[in-house]
């Protein structure tokens, strides 16, 4: 019997959790951070295509999944650029696109490790409206776990999924306990295109009344089954002073920051959406408007592109006070989150 | 997913090539007894409007993106036969790093290239097939270069397997000859790809005779047979 602790980083996580998910085909083309997850699924026998760029990994992604393959790609960075092309065919055509986005460093070529750069293109690239999931893991064990989500939510719900993360946590080596997380059942893919019977599928209307309705239906949908799919970690937000917001990896620095702020008196809770698209916007209503609440820190690596979500989907009425430590491109450690903090207070005069 | 353009008339012009190659198309799958397992993707110019023109599945892509959807819709159901409809543009301007790899790959699909000299749907600008000397809205002094040969192109990296040819819209016999034998091509494992010379009075700007004398002209410097 395999134990069930195992020694894996977060590209074995992933091509472990892509298989469990019955994923059957990868599309891919080289790219650091994302490379080890297409030399991991080749490696443990499964089928895949290397392609001649990302636009046609997006694109064979979308042939795949017409034909009823439960199948993914993934990229970073550029390529995610690249990729936006067959994103926004699968929003169009309601397709259940998986990718991993293993953020780097950018604009340009950048770097290839620790970033949140790519939330925005994650979310609302392409020429649509931003309908797909967006999940952001913290640790390796949620890295897991969100994949399978990804899938089963991508192929029920037939909107794309993005397991966005980056090459920090793609490349962390760490211990993960799959009896913890325990059973999760698969969606089984099916036939998009029929086999018995003829369809014309268009993405492309003569009419702006066609595609308006077409757009009214993704949207109806997505907002239906948002309240499932929205998901978040609240800690230690009861009756909070300071609220800290942040995603991924960050989210995991902010959760320890929580701790090291509380024993130094500061009343600090955190809000870690772990969905992007779509996010728990109740939840996090509910714990920014308490009273007690006089700050909402973003804490990202980079120039605000959570705060604009968050600032986007928090309720009008609520005045708590932003504040925003941005780092883009650069690692966030626990250490720092408590200074930043423990300095807004003295510089507000508050204690 | 709808079906509400079934019954619609053709959007093509008056005069179009396309409506030629679809028919040449359905029939000979018809004939092959191969319509149930057709699968027409569609490029994005006036490809597109061939969406609901023959019974069996069509769907569209993107424009140039033809060519890598059939691939991936190929790896998951190896059982049907993959065709990919595009004009030249789609075929070896952008999206011809995906036309080359597949073809360099031997990928086992059919791409149907309808070659009219122009960007028809957008109006009539310079395609990479353009010949030289040819008035185009973007080159109103006529082309400077010499056109790409598609299938002569695809012949230094294709396999040997590989059917590669070119015929015209006013040969229907031989564009079906060539369809039976690109498809069969493609049901033994290996890359396909037929250039169909067309017509665009629209943007020729020619009438009855002048088109067909046109199209003729464009077989001197486009080589008609297998390649």
């Known amino acids: ?351 | 997913m709808n079906d509400n353009n079934q019954n619609s008339p053709s959007k093509f012009c008056a005069g179009c090539g396309h409506p030629i190659v679809l028919l040449a198309l359905g029939k000979t799958l018809e004939e092959m007894g191969l319509s149930k397992q057709a699968v027409l993707g569609l490029d994005i110019g006036c490809s597109l409007l061939a969406i609901n023109f023959l019974p069996i599945n069509t769907f569209h892509t993107h424009h140039g993106r033809v060519s890598p959807t059939m691939v991936g819709f190929k790896k998951a159901r190896q059982d049907s036969i993959c065709l990919g409809y595009t004009g030249d543009g789609g075929a070896y301007a952008i999206g011809l790093q995906s036309l080359l790899h597949s073809a360099k790959r031997d990928e086992p699909i059919t791409v149907l290239v309808v070659n009219n000299t122009v960007y028809a749907m957008t109006g009539g600008q310079t395609a990479p097939t353009t010949l030289k000397g040819q008035k185009t809205i973007t080159d109103p002094d006529g082309c400077k270069n010499a056109p790409i040969l598609g299938p002569e192109l695809m012949r230094q990296v294709a396999d040997p397997k590989a059917f590669l040819a070119r015929t015209a819209v006013n040969d229907i016999k031989q564009a079906r000859e060539f369809i039976k034998k690109a498809i069969e091509t493609q049901q033994a494992g290996h890359f396909s790809l037929i250039e169909f010379l067309s017509f665009c009075p629209t943007n020729w700007r020619t009438k009855g005779q002048e088109t067909l004398e046109y199209l003729e002209n464009l077989k001197k410097v486009f080589k008609i047979g297998v390649i």
């Open chain 1, 1 to 351: 019997m395999v134990n069930s602790r195992q020694f894996l980083t977060g590209s074995e996580v992933f091509v472990r959790a892509a298989i469990d998910s019955g994923a059957g085909f990868m599309f891919g083309y080289p790219i650091t951070p994302a490379s080890e997850i297409l030399s991991g699924w080749i490696n443990s026998g499964k089928k895949y295509l290397q392609t001649e760029d990302e636009i046609a990994a997006g694109f064979a992604l979308c042939g795949a999944v017409l034909g009823g393959e439960k199948a993914f790609t993934a990229t970073s960075g550029p390529g995610n650029i690249l990729m936006q092309d067959g994103l926004s065919m699968a929003e169009g055509m309601r397709l259940p696109f998986v990718m991993v986005a293993a953020q780097r460093g950018g604009p340009s070529s950048g770097t290839v490790i620790y970033s949140q750069q790519e939330v925005i293109l994650s979310c609302f690239g392409g020429n649509g409206e931003g309908m797909r999931f967006v999940y952001s893991p913290s640790n390796l064990s949620e890295l897991y776990k969100f994949t399978r989500k990804a899938f089963n939510d991508a192929w029920h719900y037939r909107f794309p999924a993005i397991i966005l993360t980056d090459g920090y946590l793609l490349k962390t080596k760490g211990v993960i306990d799959f009896a913890k997380i325990g059973e999760i059942k698969n969606i089984s893919p099916r036939a998009l295109v029929p086999k018995d019977s003829v369809v014309h599928w268009p993405n492309i209307y003569t009419f702006e009344e066609e595609l308006y309705q077409e757009i009214k239906l993704a949207k109806d949908d997505f907002e239906k089954v948002a309240e499932d799919i929205a998901d978040c970690e609240s800690y230690q937000t009861d009756k909070a002073d300071i609220l800290l917001v942040a995603h991924g990896i960050v989210g995991a620095a902010a959760k320890e920051a929580v701790d090291e702020l509380r024993k130094k008196g500061i009343n600090a809770g955190l809000f870690r959406p772990i969905t992007l698209r779509p996010l728990a916007r109740k939840k996090l209503d509910k714990i920014a408007g308490q009273e007690s609440v006089k700050k909402i820190v973003v804490v990202e690596s980079s120039l605000g592109q959570l705060a604009r979500i968050i600032r986007d989907q928090i309720a009008p009425e609520i005045c708590a006070e932003f504040a925003y430590m941005q780092y883009p491109g650069l690692g966030i450690e626990t250490e720092a989150i408590v200074d930043f903090v423990a300095g807004l207070r003295v510089v507000s005069g508050e204690i």
